[in-house]
């Protein structure tokens, strides 16, 4: 066989496209319970840290003239609009 059969021959079988067949065994991955309590747990604890922010915030009297501003500017915005 020649050379230039053999590269023919070569580029063929690389080049091909036929598809490449996967098999596919599970498609949706189901959490055990001990990774949901974890996952309440975590969320619970990042829920509580966002209502110690708001409270510390709350208690910030120059911080919060600044929001209730921005506040208000916010409601006229929408007003416009609705």
Known sequence: MSSHKKAKGLAAAVGSK???PVKI???KVEA???HSD???KWK???ALRDIQRAE???SDAKLM???KQL???DMKALKRIC
């Open 18 to 20: 036929k598809p490449i």
């Open 25 to 27: 065994v599970h498609d």
């Open 32 to 34: 055990s319970p001990a």
């Open 38 to 40: 974890n996952e309440m």
């Open 44 to 46: 619970a604890q990042d």
């Open 56 to 58: 510390k915030h709350k």
């Open 65 to 67: 003239k600044h929001v």
């Open 71 to 73: 506040a208000k500017e």
